[in-house]
């Protein structure tokens, strides 16, 4: 077959099918988003956005201990979701092989920590395999699954931003294909009952000791010889810029990472006068290795923080003063990202803006309202915390406060891990309005189905949830929908809200610009009409400008929602 | 070969690089290509790096080696010109898009000129391309990266053939026949 340029997502999914995965499961989440998107591409796979990682990860498992090879696929934040049944999970084992794929983010491109998921592996006890490209990760997704079988446990496939948004040369194979391996009941297996799983703990400790001895031996550990000056420690892409920096070193690179092969360190340890050990974010090998006695340099001098490249590289272990010519100009203007042309948030921050609240907000493309010119955030913690955080301070505050506490919330995260907090604020009565953004996708992560929208993965169409028939069921009795392009209206409903006291669900509804593809004729300023007052400018829609104290209108930019229309109050736009 | 392009999110910079890697795929070379998604696509400095040879490690391309920088704005032009090698060539199209940080007054932007002196200063050789005009001339300005693929293939060693395919194998089918005009469009504003 012919060698194809395949993103790392990509080629794990093409990996899962070759190993003849017959379930997979995920949330949407930036970098990982694209592994389920291209596996459902393979009719052989059942695919699906799961409502959140932990059940994307228990479905998995379901499927797992019923016979079927599976996988469950999540950014490295998705994996704190799914951890409750990820360690129960290193309890029970497998029945056909299971995959974890966290797709972790050094550098936070698209996300609100670079957490380090390979200790996910030590706590649980689970191995964690690491390519370094898109070859390495289909033939690692391959591999992971005959771990899973042979050593009864799930496996933790770690990736990065720059493993899974590279694009790499890939050998495709064919299907492997796997029949369902039929079920038995085990409950001493699979029920974790305290005198179960007292069993299944020695039995994790035994299995993990056989997967160590494994690890000392699998060809994915393996040394390259270079020269005895220097020894190079290292996984994932990492060994990539490494190899760029170091042509000539010799190498020790991890495709499993743990449990830790200590026997194979040290004899390469043996080999060269001096060691590094390269590796993004945490000193995770770097603790291994010192913990065998050894001498090493790691993040003594490299980064702890944000991702590597080959110049950071370079700089910390080599130290030759940069030329002039490489570093970046100075003085310009940040372009940070920015909500879109016709982006329905716009509408709801500028609603927002100047009312006395205190806002808890959510992860999405709405949590750019947090900048200017909407500073329209005070929170954004993780999945579905705005609405917990606003309880929280309401309970905390009182009457001590007159913000109103309130929560924004778009529709994937509400169905994601906001409905939980909904039925907290219903129970406990807090004064929190909940305002859920509603644009009838995942946005962020390039427009998924959730269970809003009326159509799974795989293209079903199916009935979609009644978010405000939902937040009524939670105990919420005010629940209102508006149109967030109707701007004025928006805020003459949210300031309505916002003097009854009592919970409430106020529903933006209106679809994400970009998912109809809106480019509608664009509007223009009258120039006559327009004082320059800039309440259009407050939008922060890209399309607007202010030229020589008017405002200007980018008409290859504009896509004609008219919000700016509605807020002007000379009617300058039409 | 080190080619690295920049631009603003949405100016189609991920579906350029993917074209040029799927030509350079297309001869037999190892390629590798690397991209950001997600919040940082949002109308944000968005750059891919796009390495192919023989045998190809980093898929990042490291400061001061990129033998073409390919830039869809001005602003962003400046932004990555430090990636250039010391013979390196920059393409850069003079189009404007203000972040909006300016569009809100919060900062200046240096004007035109001085971008133009601040590029001119530290690249060894700066071609303007004028693609974001051609495209609208074209009737969509959306083409703009692809006319801009046309003028960097007059400043690579790729045959054309491998372009016109990749433009084949990558674009939605009814849009191939401009993508087609826009990529010749490019490589005479290039000649």
């Known amino acids: 077959m012919s060698r194809k340029l395949l993103s790392g997502d990509e080629a794990i999914a093409r990996g899962a099918w070759e190993a003849g995965c017959r379930v997979a499961a995920a949330y949407p989440g930036t970098p990982s988003t694209e592994i389920l998107e291209a596996l459902a591409e393979y009719k052989e796979v059942y695919c699906e956005w799961s409502t959140n990682e932990k059940v994307a990860l228990e479905v998995a498992l379901g499927a797992s201990l019923t016979g079927a090879r599976a996988l469950a696929a999540m950014k490295h934040v998705g994996l704190n979701v799914a951890a409750d049944p990820f360690f129960s999970a290193a309890y029970i084992g497998t029945h056909a092989g299971l995959v974890v794929v966290s797709a972790d983010d050094p550098g936070l491109h698209s996300s609100q920590n670079e957490q380090d998921n390979r200790y996910y592996g030590l706590a649980a006890k689970v191995p964690v395999l690491c390519p370094s490209d898109s070859q390495e990760a289909k033939e690692l997704t391959k591999l992971a699954f005959e771990i899973s079988e042979e050593f009864d446990i799930p496996v933790l496939l770690r990736i990065t931003t720059r493993i899974a948004h590279s694009r790499t040369v890939v050998e495709p194979a064919e299907r492997e294909e796997r029949p369902l391996k039929g079920y038995e009941k085990k409950p001493s297996k699979a029920v974790m009952l305290p005198a179960f799983a007292r069993l299944r703990h020695v039995d994790l400790e035994a299995r993990y000791d056989r997967l160590r001895e494994y690890s000392e031996k699998t060809p994915w550990n393996r040394v390259e010889k270079g020269s005895s000056d220097v020894g190079i420690i290292c996984d994932g892409v990492a060994y990539q810029y490494a190899r760029e920096v170091f042509p000539d070193a010799s190498f020790l690179r991890f495709g499993m990472v743990n449990p830790f092969p200590s026997r194979l360190v040290r004899d390469f340890a043996a080999l060269v006068r001096k060691l590094f050990v390269v590796e993004e974010v945490d000193p995770f090998i770097e603790l291994h290795v010192k913990a065998l006695g050894l001498e090493v340099a790691g993040k003594d001098k490299l980064p702890r923080w944000h991702e590597l490249n080959p110049e950071r590289v370079r700089s910390a272990l080599v130290g030759e003063a940069r030329p002039d010519r490489t570093k970046p100009e100075e003085g310009l203007p940040n372009r940070p990202p920015a909500m879109c042309p016709g982006c329905p948030h716009t509408g709801m921050y500028f609603a927002l803006q100047n009312q006395k609240v205190i806002v808890g907000g959510d992860i999405g493309c709405y949590t750019l309202g947090a900048l200017p010119p909407h500073n329209g955030m005070d929170t954004c913690i993780d999945m579905g915390a705005s609405i917990t955080f606003a309880h929280g301070a309401d309970k905390a505050l009182g009457d001590s406060d007159e913000r109103r506490r309130i929560a924004v919330i778009g529709d994937s995260t509400f169905f994601h891990s906001g409905i939980t907090g909904l039925v907290n604020v219903g129970y406990n009565r807090s004064d929190v309005v909940t305002i859920v953004t509603d644009n009838s996708t995942t946005g962020m992560t390039g427009h998924q189905e959730h269970p809003g929208t009326g159509r799974t993965l795989k293209g079903t169409e199916v009935k979609p949830v009644d978010t405000a028939a939902l937040a009524r069921a939670c105990g919420i009795d005010k629940v209102v929908e508006v149109d967030p392009y109707t701007v004025k209206q928006t805020r003459k409903v949210i300031r309505t809200v916002l003097k009854e006291p009592g919970p409430a669900v106020i529903i933006n509804r209106r679809p994400c610009a970009l998912l109809i593809g809106l480019k509608d004729p664009p509007k223009a300023v009258d120039l006559d009409k327009c004082t320059g007052c800039k309440t259009c400018i407050s939008l922060g829609c890209p399309a607007l400008t202010m030229q020589d104290g008017k405002s200007m209108i980018q008409a290859t930019v504009c896509v004609g929602c008219g919000m700016c229309a509605d807020v002007c109050p000379k009617e300058a736009i039409a | ?191």
């Open chain 2, 1 to 191: 070969m080190n080619v690295l392009i920049c631009g603003v999110g949405g100016q189609g910079v991920i579906l350029f690089s993917d074209l040029l890697s799927s030509a350079a795929l297309s001869v037999g070379l190892d390629v590798k290509k690397s991209e950001v998604h997600g919040m940082a696509q949002r109308g944000g400095s968005v750059n891919t790096h796009v390495r192919f040879g023989p045998k190809v490690h980093s898929p990042l391309i490291e400061v001061g080696t990129a033998d073409l920088v390919v830039a869809f704005e001005m602003l962003e032009a400046v932004r990555y010109v430090h990636f250039l090698s010391e013979t390196g060539r920059l393409l850069y199209d003079t189009y404007r898009l203000d972040p909006l940080p300016v569009k809100l007054g919060m900062v200046e932007r240096p004007d035109d000129d001085e971008l133009e002196s601040r590029i001119r200063a530290r690249a060894a050789e700066a071609l303007e391309v004028n693609a974001f005009g051609k495209a609208v001339e074209l009737g969509n300005q959306r083409v703009q990266n692809v006319v801009m693929l046309g003028a960097v293939s007059r400043h690579l060693e790729l045959p054309k053939r491998a372009y016109l395919q990749a433009i084949r194998n990558n674009v939605k089918k009814k849009y191939v026949d401009l993508n087609l005009m826009a990529f010749e469009a490019g490589a005479e504003l290039a000649g």
